[in-house]
């Protein structure tokens, strides 16, 4: 029965020495498997001590899962891509397939109405293909290239749009749904982060041209 | 005496108002403790790979010291500021300090979560050998973010060693401040 004493805690003793958490899990699992046959081979049977490697191996299980799921690469279709090479290099892989959970793309034709001034969008709009044009009172004051924002403005501060804007060619869009995407951003402070800094930098490019 | 109105040292030793810096452009103002500070290492640390943001938007950053301007030069040198967008200040009387309400005291200072934070920040390798004109031990730091109109939209006055501004809300400040300038209509 000793065996089990010995082999549980070799396994835990290497599983000390291993620098990949992902590892030292698998065999802190391993060595709780050890120690559970050694309780259960004891006299009386220990279900304390197999509760509580129970619980331990839920736990890690959990975990090993996450990890796992964090390492597996990101798969994103040639659209998503697209947009991820436009507009959010800044984002991993991994960060821009959670931001995808918010985004959905849509396609608007010449002349349709994407902005109206003075009503708040709901919405961030990053052109995938075609141009946008910022009118006030009918006047084209700025036209949006692809991998640019529409709607950031309300986005960081609930002030209503100055200026409509208008597909000025068939377009294609990511809308990023607003709400959705402040519950995201305040549940990942990385993914938050980056998103600053891309807006950020839509910003700065909007200022140097105004 | 506000904020604004607090003269301060420049690296040449001349002195200028603090509310200069903000009198065309934001300003993030970062109140440093004394030069030798660990906390104030790992901050600088935390916030130079984002700094560029802020100088995209136009936004100015001064860091005030509370030591010499000879003290300053040395900080400048080891944490690679001596060129770049960072403006570089001292307030050795710590009226600027003073008039940001940034705490000072011994509890602050020596309180057992500076002290716990202190260990980890050295063994994290932050802070360095602390010379007699570094600045004052007991006076805490702080970061406040102002608008060009003079508002200080963001505030953080620490109150242990270890504490630090809330970044997302700082730069936050900066992105809301910046889309709401006239060049940008939606």
């Known amino acids: ?210 | 005496m506000s904020i604004g109105e607090v003269e301060v040292l420049r690296r040449d030793g001349s002195s200028v108002a603090l509310g200069r810096f903000w009198r065309e452009n934001d300003c993030m103002v970062m109140f440093l403790r004394h030069f030798a500070c660990p906390s104030c290492s790992a901050r600088l640390t935390a916030f130079l790979p984002r700094l560029h943001e802020l100088v995209d938007l136009g936004v100015g950053v001064v860091l005030v010291g509370a030591g010499s301007v000879r003290a300053l030069g040395a900080f400048a040198a080891r944490m690679r500021l001596d060129e770049g967008p960072v403006e570089l200040v001292v307030s050795p009387d710590l009226a600027a300090y003073r008039a940001a309400g940034l705490e000072r005291s011994r509890w602050s200072a020596f309180g057992p979560r500076s002290v716990a934070a202190a260990i980890a920040l050295y063994v994290g390798g932050h802070g360095a050998a602390r010379a007699d004109d570094d600045g004052d031990v007991l006076q805490q730091g702080g970061v406040l973010y102002v608008t060009r109109a003079g508002e200080v939209a963001y505030r953080h006055a620490d109150r242990h060693l270890g504490d630090g501004p809330d970044w997302p809300a700082l730069f936050q400040a900066a992105l809301a401040s910046a889309a709401a300038r006239p060049g940008v209509l939606v």
């Open chain 1, 1 to 210: 029965m000793e065996f089990y004493i010995h082999a549980a805690n070799l396994t835990f003793l290497v599983s000390f020495l291993v620098r990949d958490i992902l590892k030292l899990r698998a065999l802190s699992i391993v060595g709780g498997g050890f120690l559970v046959a050694y309780f259960l081979m004891s006299n009386p049977v220990l279900w304390s001590g197999i509760g509580w490697n129970a619980l331990f191996t839920a736990i890690n299980l959990v975990q090993i899962t996450r990890l796992v799921l964090e390492r597996r690469p990101v798969r994103l279709s040639p659209e998503e891509h697209r947009l991820h090479q436009l507009a959010m290099r800044a984002l991993t892989p991994h960060q821009m397939r959670r931001l995808l959970d918010v985004v959905l793309f849509t396609d608007a034709a010449a002349g349709d109405k994407l902005v109206d001034a003075g009503v708040d969008p709901g919405r961030l709009l990053v052109v995938v293909e075609g141009t946008l044009d910022v009118m006030v009172k009918g006047e084209r004051v700025a036209t949006l290239d692809v991998g640019q924002f529409a709607g950031e403005m309300t986005f960081l501060t609930a002030v209503p749009p100055k200026a409509d804007v208008v597909a000025s060619v068939r377009a294609r869009l990511a809308a990023i749904d607003t709400g959705k995407l402040r519950a995201l951003l305040a549940s990942n402070a990385e993914l938050g982060a980056a998103m600053q800094g891309i807006l950020g930098a839509d910003l700065a490019g909007k200022l140097r041209r105004a």
